[in-house]
Structure formats: structure tokens, C-alpha cells
């Protein structure tokens, strides 16, 4: 990257193709989705597209948390998260949640023309992975994951 870290911005290291969810979909569907397309979180959005919430991996360990009440083992949760992408095509109370009773609505944005630092600095303070990027409406256009700041990062010389 020829530009110093400070001046990137967030257009240029990007993700633009993101899967997205509705609130109201069920969540067995988007787990299917997640896995499908290997994601650790997906954008909630309404029907014009605007960013209502995010669905990730930590909301679905805090939802294995309450169902099961202990302690999260990796097999248990893979386990989980297998049954419950499966669980529509069973009928379960679980398989006809929303994805708006489990996403986290109060999600950090950024927008285009923001620095990958800033962003970076966001993400510490807020201690995400992923950060959604929308347009002057708040439609979704992007995710700023942490990788890819790993990537600008370490592209310079």
C-alpha cells in the first residue's frame, strides 16, 4: 500500500460482498447462511437495505449460554450451532427464533472516506472484530473486518 496507514481508507480494504439478514427472518436461516458462506457475522438490515443490527458468533455462544447454563465447550457449541441451522426443518421453538431476538442492535459503523486507523481505534475501544460500513442512508456496503486492517497493515513497507 503506497499510502502511509493514517491516510487508507476504509473503501480501499473493504469487504463489498456481504450476506446480509432481516430482522425478522428466522435465526436457523441465518446460521445456515453464516455457515454456508463461512462468516463469522452478518448485517441485519430493514427492507431499504439500512443497518439494524449484527448477527455474529458471540451472539449465538451467549444464546448457547442461556439455553444450556454452564460453561461453552468448542464441540458442545460447534454441536449448537449445527442443530440449530438445522432446527427449522424440525419445527423447534428454537429453529422459529428471530434473528432480532438474538442479533446486537447497537452496532459501530464507519463509512467510506474514514481512515482504517480510526477504524482501528474503534474497534479497540468497542473491543469488536467487525465494523459495518454504510452510506450516507445507513445502507449497508461493506464490512471492515479485522483482517482486513491486518492486511493494509502489513502491506506497507
Not at 435465526?27 to 431499504?48: I, T
Not at 443497518?51 to 442461556?66: E, H, P, Q, Y
Amino acid at each position: 500500500m503506497a499510502a502511509k496507514n493514517q491516510d487508507v481508507r476504509v473503501r480501499e480494504v473493504m469487504a463489498r460482498d456481504v450476506v446480509i439478514v432481516h430482522p425478522d427472518d428466522p435465526l436457523s436461516e441465518a446460521v445456515s447462511l453464516m455457515f454456508e458462506n463461512q462468516v463469522s457475522a452478518v448485517p441485519v438490515v430493514d427492507k431499504r437495505q439500512r443497518c439494524k443490527g449484527i448477527l455474529s458468533t458471540t451472539d449465538l455462544i451467549t444464546l448457547f449460554r442461556k439455553q444450556s447454563a454452564g460453561s461453552v465447550e468448542p464441540d458442545e457449541l460447534d454441536q449448537f450451532t449445527e442443530d440449530l441451522a438445522d432446527a427449522n426443518q424440525r419445527g423447534s421453538r428454537l429453529g422459529r427464533r428471530q434473528v432480532a431476538e438474538v442479533m446486537t442492535a447497537d452496532v459501530m459503523t464507519v463509512t467510506l472516506e474514514d481512515t482504517i486507523l480510526v477504524a482501528a481505534r474503534e474497534m479497540l475501544r468497542i473491543r469488536v472484530h467487525r465494523l459495518v460500513v454504510v452510506d450516507a442512508q445507513q445502507r449497508v456496503i461493506g464490512i471492515l473486518s479485522t483482517m482486513d486492517l491486518l492486511e493494509a497493515f502489513s502491506a506497507e513497507s
